[in-house]
């Protein structure tokens, strides 16, 4: 992929972002059911600096955004990306000032197990890689108590804009990670593919299954041995 087109793309996914701002669809909706989580905000995700440049492209896809920070600083962490966020929907060279958010916080995420699954145990190469969620904002259920998503506000916001999202990151490699992102990309797959056709989709765990290390290991071997053989 020559370079400018590269840039392209990246700006062209900088401005999907910044266009979902304004997107409050699936919790004014009486068909999903679910609250904004602490995060008011739709998220971006973590697209590493080379990303676009490496050899096999490599984008995770997830659910939906959970908490943020250190469990005793979640509110503060959150407070503090959703600023990031608004800063960069003002302005799309604060663009590397979230990314720096996120790869910093990333680390917290699911009490650590994001980063081993992802990083430790897979050996993902945090520059060379993208993830995306299916639903970019978090939410809870209405009684605002545990993380939640829906159908409904899956398919909405993956066909509004995690769909252009992905087409424009252009991945070699699709990571579908968790049983939920598997069974709800079954209704999607097939057209996104029509776009990206060269595309290769490995299915795994979530990083905060709970099947435990051993599955966890043989999972993350399972993955790593498809991506050699790519």
């Not at 676009?52 to 503060?76: D, F, H, M, Y």
């Not at 809870?140 to 916001?157: F, H, I, M, P, V």
């Amino acid at each position: 992929m020559d370079q400018h087109k590269q840039q392209r793309d990246l700006i062209k996914v900088k401005e999907i972002y910044r266009k979902t701002i304004t997107c409050n669809d699936c919790f004014t909706g009486p068909q999903y059911k679910i609250d904004r989580g602490e995060v008011g905000s739709p998220q971006p995700r973590w697209i590493g600096k080379n990303y676009l440049s490496s050899v096999k492209r490599i984008c995770v896809v997830a659910i939906n955004p959970g908490n943020l920070g250190k469990k005793s600083l979640q509110t503060e962490s959150s407070e503090l990306f959703e600023t990031k966020i608004k800063d960069f929907s003002k302005d799309l060279n604060q663009w590397d000032e979230m990314m720096l958010f996120i790869k910093n916080d990333m680390k917290n995420w699911g009490k650590g197990k994001y980063n081993k699954f992802y990083f430790e145990l897979m050996k993902l190469d945090i520059n060379d890689t993208a993830f995306v969620n299916m639903m970019l904002c978090s939410a809870t259920d209405l009684k605002g108590q545990n993380n939640a998503y829906s159908s409904s506000s899956l398919k909405n916001c993956f066909s509004k804009f995690t769909k252009e999202i992905i087409i424009n990151l252009n991945p070699k490699i699709l990571i579908f990670s968790g049983s939920a992102v598997t069974k709800a990309m079954k209704n999607f797959k097939y057209d996104l593919l029509k776009s990206l056709p060269n595309t290769i989709i490995i299915d795994t765990l979530h990083y905060a299954h709970r099947k435990g290390r051993e599955t966890a290991v043989l999972e993350a071997e399972k993955v790593m041995n498809s991506l050699k053989n790519l």
